[in-house]
């Protein structure tokens, strides 16, 4: 042994016996040893690699590494076969390893065309909107809205306000609740924050009868709220806001008219704010004959939504009581919405709203119910949880002359018209 020439495999070496006669064997093996090296870094599949023949009773077995490249001294540190369990745990090793990357790639994959898709949806207009735009239309802002579990939140929503909040947090939480939404506490027949030990009990307040008298006149407003829109139903279609309308039988059912040829159609859409008094009282003096439960979504019902979502009425979870008045018929409808699920109506204490149930029954199969409940004007009908909408349709004289105008803060109670009916 005259010298040690190096054999060379990426970045490491091993110091191996040479002789002068075999030098230039040596410098073949050195290079057909980097050429393997720099095959085994290119190739795309990374294969195993095995190279033998380097002295006598030895093999050099190599393997790709994703962390440092591997020597015939990474195995063999002594002359002789590579240890067995050596090879064993760098084929795990590479099992491993070709396994993690498939994962990542189809985790990848996944997430890409999930992503595409989902653009596709938020971006591409379907076939309802293409024939009929007035009545379905949206944008990627909408549609990102739609696909929230707004359901989900809502029975969330509703299931934390009738949590008991502690005594010493009350003045505080229902204090900020009622500086945020302009709550008039001075109405209210118990003025006190302490008084009340459940977010439910404190939206569902009741309020002092003086606050509220009730006027003679024959159609009065069922809640405190804000006018979005009221007049004539046209061919059967209910304007909720200006430029939106929809089905009157897709929302409230069967319609069953006066035919008098005297009578027209009508309707009142009014908007409950959080802040506002939540219950809602009857309009008139009439009969409920029938009561409809229609589930649905939860969506919200503020003015900036109504305007870009077309019969969102018939979307959302309601319970709509059908019957008459001394004109014909006689409509009333408590809409749902976003932490608004719970909706209870008085005539029918077993009603359940805010329910989960299959998509199907929410958008196809309203439960309807008949029923013979007389209201007089004031009268206690029901009450949401936190705020949302009440719409009435209802046959009056075409001499009906409304003393409202779209945008006007109402009180129950008070006057809807001037006289004509």
Same mark, same amino acid.
Request: with cysteine; aromatic share 12%.
């Given at each position: ?11 490491? &070496? ?5 002789? #002068?006669? =075999?030098? *230039?064997?040596? @410098?073949? !093996?050195?290079?057909?040893?980097? /050429? ?110 739609? &696909? ?5 939140? #809502?029975? =969330?929503? *509703?299931?934390? @306000?009738? !949590?008991?909040?502690?005594?010493? /947090? ?20 118990n003025p006190d924050f302490k008084g009340y030990t459940t977010f439910a009990e404190f939206f569902n307040r009741s309020l ?6 009730i006027s003679a006149s024959p159609l009065v407003s069922p809640a405190d709220g804000i006018v979005l829109h009221f007049g ?33 159609l009508y309707q009142v859409v009014i908007y409950l704010a959080p802040g506002n008094y939540h219950s809602f009282h009857s ?139």
């Amino acid at each position: 042994m005259d010298g040690r020439d190096a054999v060379t495999f990426g970045n490491t &070496s091993r110091s191996t016996s040479s002789s #002068s006669g =075999t030098s *230039g064997i040596a @410098a073949g !093996k050195r290079d057909a040893f980097n /050429l393997l090296g720099f095959f085994n870094k290119i190739s795309p599949l990374r294969q195993f690699v095995r190279v033998s023949q380097m002295r006598s009773q030895e093999t050099l077995h190599l393997f790709p590494s994703t962390t440092s490249p591997i020597t015939y001294a990474h195995y063999s540190t002594q002359p002789g076969p590579v240890n067995s369990a050596t090879l064993n745990a760098a084929a795990k090793t590479i099992k491993l390893q070709r396994r993690g990357r498939l994962i990542r790639f189809f985790g990848v994959s996944s997430l890409l065309v999930g992503g595409l898709s989902y653009l596709g949806y938020l971006f591409t207009p379907d076939w309802r909107q293409l024939t009929d735009s007035k009545h379905y239309y949206s944008d990627w802002k909408i549609r990102s809205y739609f &696909s929230l579990p707004w359901n989900a939140i #809502s029975r =969330t929503a *509703g299931s934390l @306000a009738n !949590k008991e909040i502690p005594e010493g /947090l009350r003045a505080t939480l229902f204090g900020a609740f009622a500086r945020a939404y302009d709550c008039r506490m001075e109405e209210a027949l118990n003025p006190d924050f302490k008084g009340y030990t459940t977010f439910a009990e404190f939206f569902n307040r009741s309020l002092r009868p003086e606050t509220r008298p009730i006027s003679a006149s024959p159609l009065v407003s069922p809640a405190d709220g804000i006018v979005l829109h009221f007049g004539r139903v046209e061919d059967g279609r209910v304007e909720y806001v200006k430029g939106h309308d929809y089905d009157i039988q897709q929302f409230v059912g069967d319609v069953k008219l006066n035919n008098a040829e005297e009578l027209d159609l009508y309707q009142v859409v009014i908007y409950l704010a959080p802040g506002n008094y939540h219950s809602f009282h009857s309009p008139a003096r009439w009969v409920a004959e029938e009561a409809r439960h229609y589930p649905g979504l939860l969506l919200s019902v503020r003015p900036s939504l109504l305007n870009r979502v077309p019969h969102l009425f018939c979307l959302n979870e309601r319970v709509v009581l059908n019957g008459e008045w001394k004109h014909g018929f006689f409509s009333m409808s408590a809409v749902a919405a976003t932490n608004v699920g719970d909706i209870a109506i008085d005539a029918k204490p077993e009603l359940q709203t805010n329910v989960r149930v299959r998509r199907r029954y929410a958008k196809y199969e309203p439960v309807a119910e008949q029923i013979h409940h007389p209201f007089l004007p004031g009268e206690k009908v029901g009450e949401f949880r936190l705020g949302s909408t009440i719409v009435l349709v209802f046959q009056a004289p075409p001499t009906l002359r409304f003393a409202i105008q779209a945008g006007d803060s109402l009180r129950y109670g008070q006057s809807l018209i001037t006289g004509g009916c």
